[in-house]
Antibody, heavy 114, light 107 residues
Framework: QVQLKETGPGLVQPTQTLSITCTVSGFSLTSYYMQWVRQTPGKGLEWMGFIRSGGSTEYNSEFKSRLSISRDTSKNQVFLKMNSLKTEDTGVYYC????????WGQGTLVTVSS | DIQMTQSPASLSASLEEIVTITCQASQDIGNWLAWYQQKPGKSPQLLIHSATSLADGIPSRFSGSRSGTQYSLKISRLQVEDTGIYYCLQRYSNPWTFGGGTKLELK
């Protein structure tokens, strides 16, 4: 069955770079869009961006200058990297599948604090 | 950016009651709207996509409708397991934007 699981660092210091991996099973990354969504206390649910089945990306302009989404299809993994972290980036980060976000991972909590 | 104004922010209803939650889009988004339910400590779950299409495995008491730029989620007979927070999402244009959420509780 379709499964998605995010793994992240938990705690990140301000100004540092966040790296999260979404490992999927039950489908091929070359057949579906993969999305990143976060949920923060300050702004609620925010769409961050996606990587298309063909590998191109699209980002929310709010994050565009510091966000990168990539993948390794051989490992069934999608990656989120975001630099210059601030305390307001604290929240739960989710990966989700396809254009209607029909499947979601459990989320990974990221705390930005020194 | 397209703003999605969701109402009410919270709602208390009785078992078997009909519940309606709305999202008002700040501009035309066609049918590019979805509804999600989120329970505490869990990830959101897709209920409705394309404004009116029921997602796989979702009970038929959930339905979606559209009138111009106003979108509604209706629960025809509220059940205990329907409590949670409901969100709308527009994917008509970048950036995709969520509504602020509606917290649904049992009275």
């Amino acid at each position: 069955q379709v499964q998605l699981k995010e793994t992240g660092p938990g705690l990140v210091q301000p100004t540092q770079t966040l790296s999260i991996t979404c490992t999927v099973s039950g489908f091929s990354l070359t057949s579906y869009y993969m999305q990143w969504v976060r949920q923060t206390p300050g702004k609620g649910l925010e769409w961050m961006g996606f990587i298309r089945s063909g590998g191109s990306t699209e980002y929310n302009s709010e994050f565009k200058s510091r966000l990168s989404i990539s993948r390794d299809t051989s490992k069934n993994q999608v990656f989120l990297k975001m630099n210059s972290l601030k305390t307001e980036d604290t929240g739960v980060y989710y990966c989700a599948r396809d254009l209607i976000l029909a499947y979601w991972g459990q989320g990974t909590l990221v705390t930005v604090s020194s | 950016d397209i703003q999605m104004t969701q109402s009410p922010a919270s709602l208390s209803a009785s078992l078997e009651e009909i519940v309606t939650i709305t999202c008002q889009a700040s501009q035309d988004i066609g049918n590019w709207l979805a509804w999600y339910q989120q329970k505490p400590g869990k990830s959101p779950q897709l209920l409705i996509h394309s404004a009116t299409s029921l997602a796989d495995g979702i009970p038929s008491r959930f339905s979606g409708s559209r009138s111009g730029t106003q979108y509604s989620l209706k629960i025809s007979r509220l059940q205990v397991e329907d409590t949670g927070i409901y969100y709308c999402l527009q994917r008509y244009s970048n950036p995709w934007t969520f509504g602020g959420g509606t917290k649904l509780e049992l009275k």
